[in-house]
Structure formats: structure tokens, C-alpha cells
């Protein structure tokens, strides 16, 4: 593999986000009552393996002391080669791709990973053993370094580590498992707890490493953060416009048995006549007064405004640099069989300002049930309306009630607050709401998301506008990912197949 090859591979590895702490914090806030720090990135991750049954070694019993890797003459055994593979796997699992590939059927998570091609030469396993392996680096190299700067886990670290520990020996009680037998369900027969707390704690001081490395070093003027914007503004940019879209396939036909039948060249080019025909018509519709939503409603064709940057024909008329407020057109896309009316009529950056929150997570977990009993939405909606009504009216008679009830680990210690939360941060419905036209500060509301009821408090916004946060992100993204890069290259693996070859399903 070419030296150019293999640093992308890595860069897409390390894109995962298995040891990239800051990449892990910023899709744990997307949800607010997820954990938002690493602690909880490594140890909640079992949490959902076990609940899908994914993750179960079955590999006999096996000499914990077998080597599986050795980086720079530091040999790690199989059960550690084993708790990097299963993050790596967890990690997978818990990212937008591998949740489309296991909803999809891409990868198949009842059936063993080594009878699943990845691509071409590597199978599942295989992939996850080749990540497993470069994180190992990773940790090795940060940790190394930390201890070399002075980087520790302070008390106040490892006391939320402990708490962690404490909430998985519940999970595994709770499911029926001793702590270890637990460990051994997610690792495999040799992991035990004593190398699974070592390598977390590792991994922690690794992520802390990388965040006191990025913050003191992936730092950037207002000038280099303006001209990246520059440079990529179409990904940066809103466009207020229309899009209508005419199907121009042809009916679809059957034969005499259900059989689809293919349509004739004939066939095809009626239908784009006649959709062009359609286009046409709303255009000089448009032109002459008419309302173009009506006018998509009248010919029973699709209309959105949702504009995004693209590389598909509408993409890039609407973020063409020429595009001027008024300009209307109909396009043809042959390959897709349609043609589109547009309106373009505003292009501006993305200055959603930033915000801070407070907020309740109410769940089931708040309510008393009897022994059997399923909780309603109803139910919880009214347990939130309830804890609202006590509020006695201040920000922190708000935050003592968050501590209180909110079932979201991530802030029910600390009042519930989230801090600076950039747009798209939250999901959709807790984001909306601050966002709301006329939100100020001090409001309150209950919204409901797929996790519950949030109770919120708008403490207010903030001053970074959003394109100027993303610019930012993606620079120190991008450093981050090649010093990542450049501090795996910085020590050697071997691996013992022997060992290697005990791990994995």
C-alpha cells in the first residue's frame, strides 16, 4: 500500500470516531440526553451491544497472556487486543454509517463477521482487527506523550469514571450478569475487569491528551477562519428558493403474467416531452403572476424549498455565483428522468447564532409503576407537566429541579445546562424550539423527541454564528486528523496471528 494510500485509509479509520474525542463529544450532544464527555463514550458503549445482542465471543478458553500485538516492544495481550476491537466494532455500530449498514442488511450483526466481506480482500473482521490495531497505536503513542507533558486523569476524572463503572455493574445486574461475566458477553471468555478498566482509563487519558494537544495547538485567527469560509462557502451557505419536480418516466407497464416490461425508446422520450410540456407551463405561469406552489399543486408535481449544496444539476444552478434574487429557469435531468422548475431568490451565509439550555429529561425512569406496567406517552407528559408547575419561577430553582428529575446524564449534575450548542447539535425538536421565532431569554416549554419529554429553559443565545463555528471545526478537523495520523506513524505494530486470531466473530 502506498504511503499516500495508507494515510487516507488511517484518516478514514480514525474518521470513525473510536478515539477521536472530540469528534465522539459532538455526536453524543446531537441527542441531549446522551453523556456529552469520553468517559461515557467508552463505558456506555456496551450498553448498547448488549441490548441487540451484537458483540459474543466465542472463542474457547484462551491464555490471557497470549501476545495478539506488540508496538514498540510493549506486547499487549489478547484480551486487550480484544477491548480494542470490540470499541472499534461499538463505534462502528454507533455511527450514522453503521446504523444504515446493520438497518440495511450491509452487515449482518446476528452472523459471524468473518463470513462478511468488507470489500474485496478483507472481511469485517478483518476491518475491525485493522482498526482495532491502529487505535492501539494511537492510545500507545498519546498516552506515552501525555505522561511525557504531565497529562494525568485528575480525581475529579476518575471519580466520573467510577460512577460509570457504578451505572454498568447495575446494567449488567440488571440483565442477569455478574460484572465480569458481563465484560466476558461484550469481549470475549479472557477480558476481565481489572484489563478492561486499564484499558479504558487509557483510552481516557489518550482522548484528555488529544483535547489539551488540539486546544493549545489547533488554534485559528479570524483570518484563516473567514478565508476557509471563503473557499467552501456553498457548504456554508443558506439559499432561499423553490424546486418543483416532474417525473418524466413513463407509466410503468405489466405484462400478462405481472411481469415489469420495459419502456420502448419511444416510450421514454414521450414522457420527458411531456414533462418538459408540465415544466414549461409552471414557468410561464410563474411569469405571469401565479403562485409557484400553487401552480406545482394544480399539476399534482412535487415542490419543496429545501435547497442543499449538491453536485446534482438543481445544486448547482441554485449555488452558481451568477444567481441573481428573481431568476427562474426549468432544467433537464436526463439521467434521472425529470425536469425541475426553479426559483432562486437569497443566498446568505448561516449566522444561527450558537445558545445555552437548560433542560429536564423526563422518562419512564420518572415514573412509579406497578410491576408490569408500560408507560404512556401521556404519562410522561404529564409527570413533566408536573415537575414544570413546581418550578418557583428562577434559573436556578430550574437547575435544582434539572438535578433533580433529568434522566439525561449528560446534565442533570450540572443544573441541565448545555453551553455554546452549535446548530445541529440537538435533535430536531429540542433545536427547534430554541430557535423558534421570538425566543427569549428566560422562556420555558416542554417539547417531546424520540427520548422523551425535555422540559426547557432558554438561558439565551450566544455570539458565534454558525458558519463561523463549522469553518472552524472543520480546520481544526482536518489538523487533527493528520496529527493523529503523523502520532500513529510515530511507533511500529507487529502482529502475532496467533494471538490476533482469538479475537473477533
Same mark, same amino acid.
Given at each position: ?12 479509520? $480514525?474518521? *470513525?470516531? !473510536?478515539?477521536?474525542?472530540? &469528534?465522539?463529544?459532538? #455526536?453524543?450532544?446531537?441527542? @441531549?440526553?446522551? =453523556? %456529552? ?55 462502528? $455500530?454507533? *455511527?450514522? !454509517?453503521?446504523?444504515?449498514? &446493520?438497518?440495511?442488511? #450491509?452487515?449482518?450483526?446476528? @452472523?459471524?463477521? =468473518? %463470513? ?64 465480569? &461475566? ?11 475487569? %481489572? ?64 411481469? &415489469? ?245
Amino acid at each position: 500500500m502506498s504511503a499516500s494510500r495508507e494515510k487516507k485509509k488511517r484518516q478514514e479509520l $480514525l474518521a *470513525s470516531g !473510536t478515539v477521536d474525542p472530540k &469528534a465522539a463529544r459532538q #455526536a453524543e450532544q446531537r441527542a @441531549a440526553e446522551k =453523556k %456529552s464527555n469520553i468517559l461515557y463514550g467508552v463505558i456506555a458503549a456496551v450498553f448498547v451491544v448488549v441490548a441487540i445482542a451484537l458483540v459474543v465471543y466465542n472463542s474457547g478458553i484462551i491464555q490471557r497472556s497470549k501476545t495478539a500485538v506488540t508496538i514498540d516492544g510493549r506486547s499487549y495481550t489478547v484480551p486487550e487486543a480484544a477491548y480494542y476491537y470490540g470499541q472499534a466494532y461499538q463505534s462502528f $455500530l454507533n *455511527s450514522d !454509517t453503521g446504523y444504515f449498514y &446493520a438497518i440495511t442488511g #450491509a452487515l449482518n450483526t446476528q @452472523a459471524s463477521l =468473518k %463470513s462478511q466481506n468488507y470489500s474485496d480482500d478483507q472481511t469485517w473482521d478483518d476491518y475491525f482487527k485493522e482498526q482495532a490495531v491502529e487505535n492501539m497505536r494511537f492510545v500507545h503513542a498519546a498516552t506515552a506523550a501525555a505522561k511525557e507533558a504531565g497529562v494525568t486523569l485528575e480525581s475529579a476524572e476518575l471519580e466520573d469514571f467510577e460512577t460509570g463503572l457504578a451505572a454498568l455493574k447495575e446494567t449488567a445486574a440488571k440483565n442477569g450478569y455478574s460484572y465480569k &461475566a458481563y465484560l466476558n458477553v461484550i469481549y470475549g471468555p479472557t477480558m476481565t475487569p %481489572s484489563i478492561y478498566e486499564s484499558c479504558s482509563k487509557d483510552m481516557l487519558l489518550a482522548g484528555k491528551y488529544a483535547d489539551v494537544y488540539g486546544e493549545e495547538n489547533f488554534v485559528y485567527t479570524e483570518d484563516q477562519i473567514q478565508g476557509y469560509y471563503d473557499g467552501h462557502k456553498e457548504n456554508y451557505d443558506l439559499v432561499d428558493g423553490a424546486i418543483i419536480t416532474i417525473s418524466g418516466a413513463p407509466e410503468a407497464k405489466t405484462d400478462a403474467d405481472g411481469n &415489469a416490461v420495459e419502456a420502448t425508446d419511444e416510450e421514454k422520450a414521450a414522457a420527458m416531452a411531456a414533462a418538459k410540456e408540465t415544466a414549461d407551463a409552471i414557468l410561464a405561469g410563474y411569469k405571469d403572476g401565479g403562485d409557484l406552489e400553487a401552480l406545482a399543486d394544480e399539476h399534482g408535481v412535487g415542490y419543496s424549498t429545501n435547497i442543499t449544496y449538491s453536485s446534482s444539476i438543481t445544486g448547482q444552478w441554485f449555488y452558481d455565483e451568477s444567481r441573481r434574487a428573481g431568476d427562474a429557469a426549468t432544467l433537464e435531468n436526463q439521467s434521472g428522468s425529470s425536469y425541475y422548475v426553479v426559483l432562486f431568490n437569497s443566498r446568505e451565509r448561516d449566522e444561527a447564532l450558537d445558545y445555552n439550555v437548560r433542560h429536564i429529561l423526563v422518562t419512564k425512569d420518572n415514573l412509579e409503576l406497578a410491576e408490569g406496567e408500560e408507560a404512556t406517552d401521556d404519562q410522561i407528559l404529564a409527570k413533566a407537566q408536573e415537575i414544570l408547575a413546581s418550578w418557583d419561577g428562577t434559573e436556578d430553582g430550574f437547575a435544582s429541579l434539572a438535578n433533580q428529575y433529568s434522566q439525561d446524564g449528560g446534565s442533570n449534575t450540572n443544573g441541565g445546562l448545555y453551553e455554546d450548542v452549535a446548530k445541529g447539535a440537538m435533535v430536531p425538536a429540542f433545536q427547534n424550539w430554541c430557535y423558534e421565532d421570538g425566543r427569549k431569554n428566560g422562556d420555558t416549554g416542554i417539547v417531546a423527541s424520540d427520548y422523551g419529554q425535555h422540559i426547557m429553559y432558554f438561558v439565551g443565545y450566544g455570539s458565534t454564528p454558525y458558519w463561523h463555528f463549522a469553518c472552524e471545526s472543520a480546520l481544526r478537523s482536518a489538523a487533527a486528523s493528520d496529527w493523529q495520523v503523523e502520532l500513529i506513524d510515530s511507533v511500529t505494530a507487529e502482529v502475532d496471528a496467533g494471538g490476533m486470531n482469538l479475537i473477533g466473530q
